[in-house]
């Protein structure tokens, strides 16, 4: 209906053009729809409305903020009521709102970031608490491991010494710390102390010397050695054997374990000092008894029988002499060889010959390819004991029958001897021992097969003496195959 001059200066609008306008035209779009749905009721209602923030539109289009204030004139009837709407400028207003918007904004912008630092903190916090958890686990464990280790590192019969990888003792068990006071006194295992070879006499060298090799990162097994005075006071062997530590491939020192096996190595000593007197005494008898029945055969008119029954008697005697110089031999570790070129395949054929009798008694057959002639040096008695060895074993290691096979040939630059059973054979853990002196196999002591467990020791040693090898091959109930090797002299040497 009308306009003041305030309002036409603020707004630009003239006033016949604002005459007959609807008031929600001069504002902006929403703020149109602010008013026809928040005003117009309320004056409608009450008759009034209060500070209606809202934009007026100018005639340039520019928009002008405002606080609207709405009375309607009381008059009872809706159609002539006539609105009378104050504007105020809110221009000031309006910027302490965006003000106060952007301090709020901010306000709540450095509050999420308060909050993100604060879970950031918890979240370390947890972290932290997690890793003092994972280390005192640890740390349990790792108390939990040294005492397991102290109580099996002074649990174990063996001495342990562990160095770092300058030489430096690191660790040293109980056993290891009463063994040397037990030879040096009250000394410490890395002082200098007197270590001697096998022999008991001879210092060990400085390079020789399990603590140098080991320190040095070597790996080594079974070193024997002396400990202790060579004078005088107790000395002790110990076979010593070292393995580097690796910390990350990196060598860093070196466990080093001492086994004292001197009640071992007495107890062997005493063996071969019974063995090789025991043999001493019997040999005596022995050939007084060989004598006195060469004599008895030189009588003239001897029968027959008498004379075939002081052959055998002579023979066996003879065998007897054999086996007691091998015991002696065994227990002096005297090997003399004494080489000259003989007819081997008739030392083999021979040994067969005289096996035949048993082999038939105990129902083996025996099967021989042996050449015609085959010449080697080599001392035909001590292979006339390789041969008897190996063919007895084959055949009383065939308890229930069997077949031997006898094989000997020139294979290249070698002659080969092949004795081969169907007998009982041989289990792996016997395979390992029967090379080792009186070692006799369960089975072969059960069955009461006649035997000392020397023969293979002596036919091994007869066999390297003239350079060659004794290798086997042996299963259980399916039978063995020994395999002698000796090697031929050189084409044109004169041996
Ligand atoms: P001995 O025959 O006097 O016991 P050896 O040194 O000849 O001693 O043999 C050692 C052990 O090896 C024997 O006791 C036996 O257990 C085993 N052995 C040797 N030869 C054979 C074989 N041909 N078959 C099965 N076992 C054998």
Redesign the pocket.
Known sequence: LDANRTFLAWTGHSREKLLGTDVVALMSRADGVLYASHAVPQLAVSGSFNELAADLVSAAGEPIPVLLSGLRSASGNDDAAVDRIAVFSASRRREHERELVAALRKAEAAETARAAAEEELREKHRVLEEKDRVLNTSLAASREHEALLDTVLNAVDVGLLVVDGKGGVVLANAHLKAAWNRVAGDVSPSGERPIFGPDRVTPVSDSESPMRRAAAGESFSNQLLWFGSSTGGQQIALSVSARPIKTDGVFSGSVIAYNDVSPLVYALAAQEEFVGNVSHELRTPLTSIMGYLDLALDEEGLSPAVASVLNVALRNAERLLALISDLLSVASGNKKIDRRPVNLAEIVRSGAVSMAPKAHAGRVEMVTDIPESLTAEVDPHRLAEVVD??L???V???PDGGTVRVHLCKDGQEIRLR?S?T????DEA?QGK??TKF???H???TSA???????????KSIVEAHGGTLS?V?SPGQ??V?TVSLPLPAEGSTG
């Open positions: 060895n190996l007895s074993n084959a009383k290691y065939s004795v059973d007998g009982i054979g041989m016997e029967v090379f070692f006799r196999a089975r072969a002591v097969v006649p035997g000392v467990g020397l023969g293979l020791v002596i036919t086997f042996s039978g063995s020994f």
